[in-house]
């Protein structure tokens, strides 16, 4: 009887088959050579596979990036790694590595992002979301806490919890992650602000109210310089502010539109009622209010309403601003 050639091609390719297959396993699975000691690696925002494949190779938490994307794309997890700061044990296998990255036991620091305007009990909601800590224990500690700038003590931290992204630490007390955003603040500062801050009449803590106000009011880069300069106008002249942002604040809400009841809220905070600056920021500023609010535009302008498309326009008298009204809002 003639033998088949085909038999000893089948088995061999068997072989081979088995042989990857083992190879596989074992990178995956048993593999434990690495990392050698204790590694802590820092993820990107928005880093694909790929580049964290090649990152935890280059770092030693991992010996071959292929099987590593083959195993998460095989577990459908691809796009489940949390970006963020890792700590992982010696010796983990590549399975062990990706469900760490995954679930976020391993993470250390978690990257958080703070828009410009938030104000500090909205910090404390979304440092509480990336799983820094309670909320609650977060606005308590903004609320307490104060920093001194020029020479003068601020009520608390509303203000000065600069608008940036952060790579939080998730072990670090509410003290210590206030710390880090106020830093920043002291690092982003504009140069001179002291000075800019007298020659406005304002202390630099009132600026950065002035910097709140154009933050929650602005629409537009170009108005920013504007909406300061009414603002100080009307301080000089001792004008109610008038700002709906300030009610806002003290309502703890947005409305799409106050009502007259809105107005006569009873509240430090109503710029309708009371003349002067509110007690605090009403929210914390990014960098282009602060620099508004530093140097605003040389105008007369007294008056300023939303006319759509981004933009507000200005007035210097009553009547002119009532026209305006009438215009924008019709």
């Known amino acids: 009887m003639k033998r088949s050639r085909r038999a000893p091609i089948v088995f061999l390719l068997g072989a081979v088959l088995v042989a990857i297959a083992a190879t596989y396993w074992y990178a995956i699975y048993g593999d434990r050579s690495r990392p050698q000691r204790p590694q802590e690696v820092v993820i990107a925002r928005g880093a694909t596979l790929d580049d964290v494949a090649a990152q935890l190779v280059s770092d030693g938490v991992i010996g071959n990036a292929l099987t590593f994307r083959i195993l998460a794309k095989w577990r459908g997890e691809e796009a489940a790694i949390r970006a963020g700061e890792y700590r992982f044990t010696p010796h983990a296998t590549q399975s062990q590595v990706l469900r760490e990255l995954v679930t976020g036991g391993a993470q250390v620091a978690a990257w958080v992002t703070i828009p410009e305007g938030f104000t500090a009990a909205q910090i404390a909601q979304r440092l509480q979301a990336a799983g820094a800590g309670p909320s609650a224990e977060l606005e308590s500690t903004f ?6 700038v020029d020479g003068v003590r601020s009520k608390s931290l509303e203000g000065f ?48 109210t002035v910097a709140s106000l154009v933050e929650r009011e602005a629409k537009s880069e170009s108005d920013r310089p504007k909406i300061a300069a009414v603002i100080y106008n009307r301080l000089r002249l001792g004008m109610p502010l008038q700002v709906d942002a300030t009610i806002e604040y003290a309502l703890r809400r947005h409305k ?57 326009v200005f007035a210097k008298t009553l009547a002119e601003h009532q026209a305006n009204v009438a215009r924008c809002l019709q």
């Open 143 to 148: 609320a307490r806490a104060t920093v001194v």
């Open 161 to 208: 919890l600069f608008p940036s992204t952060y790579l939080v630490p998730l072990g670090d007390s509410p003290g210590q992650i206030a710390a880090i955003f106020t830093s920043e603040f002291f690092k982003e500062l504009p140069a001179g602000a002291a000075s800019r801050a007298r020659a406005l009449q304002v202390s630099v803590p009132q600026a950065v």
């Open 256 to 312: 799409a539109a106050l009502s007259f009841a809105d107005l006569r809220i009873d509240s430090p905070y109503n710029s309708y009622l009371h003349a002067g600056l509110p007690p605090t920021p009403i929210a914390n500023p990014g960098l282009p209010s602060l620099r508004a609010a530093l140097a605003p535009a040389k105008s007369d302008d007294l008056y300023y309403v939303y006319c759509g498309n981004g933009r507000h």
